[in-house]
């Protein structure tokens, strides 16, 4: 008898809830991955920088296993495939994972949970991920926030010390399942390639915490954490970084209030994660939807330096720092009047730290049509932002070297024009 950790998006063996209740359970316990064939056969390029990095996490845990005598055992496959498998090789008692908001993760593991009821296999299930999930974070009437500043407050109001204690896996390993290692697939075995990406550490920087609120709008310097991919993947966990955020840097807790805010939207309101608008009447907003002009603000040939600047870092390094994220999002939503979706898409193929949720939230915001979104007719202006945030264009130099040579392109649109264009679309669509 056998019982089973799933790991999903929480690739670590410290401070993970979900395994901390598998561990302490009756049966020994079979850590499990499964590259999900739904998931990647939808990937468009065979060179991913998440899934390697997901591939290295899995190495790293695979190694730590094997010294606790375990190994992990990763398929590739359907998960319901996985569970067939896995039912007919072993007599499984209980089944344990962690929360995933996402509308796919909700339907699989629907599906997973009837297979294994079926199969009269207990299924549990953990919060993990976030610090407040669900309904923990809600309106005096019970009723979700759709607005962040009272939601933060409420947020902050609950918090306390039993919400950021660490899960001590540690005290359980003896009880992994004791069996020789199995080695995890190659990437090329699952129809994947090495793309040599480097990708940033997990060591959480005191000092780029400490000062975050003063730093962090700076793209050409190191003021944010990047730690963004590592709590997608769950390789760093989120409560011991809430816990130091509480003792150094109340805007950097801020921000991790902001992912548990998009986790909890995307919970209540499955439809922004489905190509709608949070605020319907956006959705009759005319785009232009320019396929010329879309495949110019990809490249990072705009003529507008700090948006060419953040599209080339993206396309070049998977990082685009949040500055510079609001303002391309904002160009292509509204001077370029593209569909956010369009752009949403992109950034979800080449972002290291795509996130569904928090990335439709944020790009939801900045096309004006989300939940607590600027105001519709604030439209960045990207020459004041670039005073403002890179004043010695030290970022913008750095992606856009030929800046002031003859080669670099005319701006795609005028800035005075556009913004009257775009106040005038949405205007009609939002007065119809
Ligand atoms: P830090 O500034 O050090 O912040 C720490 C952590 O807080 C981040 O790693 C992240 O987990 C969280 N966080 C910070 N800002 C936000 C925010 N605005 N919303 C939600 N969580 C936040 N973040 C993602 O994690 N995945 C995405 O796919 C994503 N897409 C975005 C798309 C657009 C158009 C915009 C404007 C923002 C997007 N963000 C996304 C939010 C933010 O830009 C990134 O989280 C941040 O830049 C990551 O860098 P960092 O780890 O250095 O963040």
């Not at 049966?27 to 390697?52: E, H, M, Y």
């Not at 290692?181 to 480097?198: D, H, R």
């Not at 992606?399 to 005319?410: A, D, Q, R, S």
Request: proline share 4%; aromatic share 16%; net charge neutral.
């Amino acid at each position: 008898h056998i019982n089973i950790f799933w790991f999903r998006r929480d690739l670590r063996l410290h401070d993970n809830a979900g395994l901390y209740h598998a561990l302490k359970s009756n049966n020994p316990v079979l850590p499990i991955f499964i590259f999900d064939t739904n998931i990647l056969d939808q990937l468009p390029q065979k060179a991913d920088r998440r899934v390697t990095f997901i591939h290295d996490a899995l190495k790293q845990m695979q190694q730590q296993l094997s010294e606790t005598g375990s190994t992990l055992q990763a398929f590739h496959d359907t998960p319901l495939n996985a569970f067939k498998l896995l039912a007919q090789q072993y007599t499984i008692e209980q089944v344990f994972t962690n929360h995933d908001y996402e509308p796919y993760a909700r339907e699989r593991d629907e599906a997973i949970a009837q297979f294994l009821q079926q199969h009269n296999i207990a299924f549990h299930t953990y919060k993990d991920q976030v610090i407040f999930e669900k309904e923990e974070v809600v309106k005096d009437d019970g009723k979700p926030y759709t607005v962040f500043t009272p939601y933060s407050r409420k947020w902050k109001a609950a918090l306390n010390e039993f919400y950021l204690k660490s899960y001590s896996t540690e005290k359980y390993f003896y009880n992994f399942y004791q069996q020789s290692i199995k080695p995890v697939p190659t990437l090329k075995s699952i129809g994947f390639e090495e793309t040599g990406a480097s990708f940033p550490s997990a060591t959480f920087d005191n000092n780029i915490i400490q000062e975050y609120d003063q730093r962090r709008d700076f793209p050409a310097i190191a003021g944010t954490s990047r730690l963004g991919v590592h709590l997608r993947f769950g390789t760093i966990s989120v409560r011991q970084l809430a816990k130091q955020a509480t003792q150094l840097n109340d805007t950097f807790l801020n921000e991790l209030i902001w992912r548990d805010f998009f986790q909890m939207i995307l919970w209540h309101f499955p439809h922004v994660g489905k190509g709608k608008a949070f605020k319907a009447e956006y959705d009759f907003i005319q785009w232009r939807n320019k396929e010329d002009e879309f495949a110019r603000w990809c490249a990072g040939n705009t003529g507008y330096p700090i948006v060419d600047a953040g599209m080339r870092e993206l396309n070049a390094t998977g990082f685009m720092h949040n500055r510079v994220r609001m303002i391309t999002a904002s160009f292509l939503a509204k001077h370029l009047l593209i569909d956010w979706r369009w752009g949403e898409a992109y950034f979800a193929e080449k972002l290291l730290d795509f996130d569904l949720a928090s990335n439709n939230g944020n790009w939801q915001w900045a096309a004006g049509c989300g939940c607590d979104a600027a105001p519709y007719f604030r439209i960045f202006n990207p020459h004041l932002q670039t005073k403002k945030f890179d004043p010695q264009l030290a970022y913008i130099r750095q992606w856009v070297p030929e800046l002031n040579e003859l080669t670099y392109p005319t701006p795609i649109v005028d800035h005075e024009m556009a913004r009257k264009r775009c106040l005038e679309t949405y205007k009609k669509a939002l007065e119809r």
